[in-house]
């Protein structure tokens, strides 16, 4: 476990109660954990959150899956099915600034864990719901899973090749999103509860932050009125754009404008003729004759080795890269010189890689000061320290199955 003092933690102080489970929310109580905030999250005694149970094992009750949204957080078991147990959690929840939670609809008022009943005991609680449709809609009480949102918001009519069928993107990208923007809209509340005293209720739904991350693609659908093409590695409206195959290899190229342009023809291919070419003078243009373009580019580009193009387009001023594996990426010097992952102390398997958090605050990243919980590990000292309890009490709940 890493600890440190510097940078300052914006959110130093704030606690953050993350009744939620599986991706969307534990995605979000762990950006605000980044931030600085005290983060609990509350979990099944015996199963814990699902994604203790996907994907690759570490340790006896971790995966790579749950730790990549769980970091800088601690777990605190309760079987909420119980009313000592629902008991506890409201507790817990008036003495936080956040909660989040994403039980299936009404879930959480059948609990005495919705927002009304919390609000009312906390009335300066920011409280967040995240589902998979609007929970005031004839869907509210439909299960939300990404790939489902991916197919219904059109984001994988507009994802891969044109030939191909939908692809859907390769991380759960709607889940993600959502509680990136669930996580924007807390920080807001806060910030907004500085001034009124009060707390405010944010409801997120995983199909509105699909249809929103369709960006400009559903815009010209809209304008259109028709679907876009799919362009897989090409951009819509910008050409040369994407991935290209050198002589020994894939890389990206991003020729952002006509200045761009004529440097690449020019300089990086040695083709005058396409920088002079009426056809292809604008962006607007090369878009509308990309079939006669593009395959000149390519030909050009695969008789030249990755590394000379590399370099030339470097010179250029030309934005572009090589295409790595992942474990390529995440090894990389760029990413080890900038601190982006890094190697956790682990009870049981020794150690364990956890990525770092994004933000740098002046100049300095944020750390990772807590690894991603075993289950249940901080239970007696969170239920000692916020709440008071007792070793007797304790005992008597674990006992009986509640912790």
């Known amino acids: 476990?890493?600890?440190?003092?510097?940078?300052?933690?914006?959110?130093?102080?704030?606690?953050?109660?993350?009744?939620?489970?599986?991706?969307?929310?534990?995605?979000?109580?762990?950006?605000l954990g980044d931030l600085g905030a005290e983060v609990i999250k509350v979990e099944h005694p015996r199963r814990g959150d699902d994604t203790r149970d996907w994907g690759l094992r570490v340790g006896q009750t971790e995966t790579a899956y749950f730790n990549s949204v769980n970091r800088n957080?601690?777990?605190v078991t309760l079987d909420l099915q119980t009313d000592a147990g629902c008991a506890i959690a409201r507790d817990l929840a008036k003495t936080s600034d956040v909660v989040i939670q994403n039980f299936k609809a009404g879930g959480a008022e059948k609990l005495g864990l919705g927002y009304d009943a919390l609000s009312s005991d906390n009335p300066r609680l920011v409280y967040c719901s995240i589902s998979g449709y609007d929970r005031t809609g004839p869907e509210a009480?439909?299960?939300?899973?990404?790939?489902v949102v991916q197919g219904e918001a059109g984001l994988m009519a507009l994802n891969g090749e044109a030939d191909q069928p939908p692809l859907k993107f390769g991380v759960a990208a709607v889940d993600l999103?959502?509680?990136?923007?669930?996580?924007q809209a807390v920080l807001a509340?806060?910030?907004?509860?500085?001034?009124?005293?009060?707390?405010?209720h944010v409801e997120m739904a995983l199909f509105d932050c699909g249809l929103m991350i369709t960006s400009y693609y559903g815009l010209e659908a809209l304008i259109a009125g028709e679907d876009p093409p799919r362009y897989?590695?090409?951009?819509?409206s910008i050409v040369p754009y994407g991935v290209f195959d050198a002589q020994d290899g894939p890389l990206v190229i991003t020729v952002g404008n006509n200045s761009q342009?004529?440097?690449?023809?020019?300089?990086?291919i040695g083709r005058p003729d396409l920088a002079d070419d009426p056809r292809f003078a604008t962006n607007i243009l090369r878009s509308q004759n990309r079939a006669?373009?593009?395959?000149?580019?390519?030909?050009?580009?695969?008789?030249?080795?990755?590394?000379?193009?590399?370099?030339?387009?470097?010179?250029?001023?030309?934005?572009?890269?090589?295409?790595a594996g992942l474990r390529e990426a995440l090894t990389s010097k760029r990413a080890v010189d900038g601190g982006l992952v890094t190697t956790q102390p682990h009870p049981h398997a020794g150690t364990t890689p956890v990525l770092a958090p994004p933000w740098r605050f002046d100049g300095e990243r944020m750390p990772v000061r807590r690894a991603p919980p075993q289950l249940g590990e901080g239970t007696d000292d969170v239920l000692k320290s916020v709440l008071g309890l007792s070793d007797d009490r304790l005992a008597a709940l674990r006992d009986s199955g509640v912790i």
């Not at 999103?177 to 996580?183: E, I, K, Q, S």
């Not at 000149?296 to 295409?323: K, M, Q, S, T």
Request: aromatic share 6%; glycine share 8%; charged share 30%.
């Open 141 to 147: 009480a439909r299960p939300g899973y990404d790939l």
């Open 177 to 183: 999103f959502t509680g990136m923007y669930a996580a």
């Open 189 to 200: 509340a806060l910030y907004e509860r500085e001034r009124t005293g009060r707390g405010r």
């Open 73 to 75: 957080k601690r777990s």
């Open 261 to 268: 342009y004529e440097r690449f023809c020019r300089d990086v």
């Open 292 to 323: 006669t373009l593009l395959p000149e580019i390519r030909r050009e580009l695969a008789a030249r080795p990755r590394r000379a193009l590399l370099d030339r387009l470097a010179l250029a001023g030309i934005p572009c890269g090589e295409v």
């Open 232 to 236: 897989g590695n090409a951009h819509p």
């Open 1 to 31: 476990m890493q600890s440190t003092d510097k940078p300052a933690l914006p959110l130093a102080g704030v606690r953050v109660l993350d009744l939620s489970r599986i991706l969307a929310g534990p995605w979000s109580a762990m950006v």
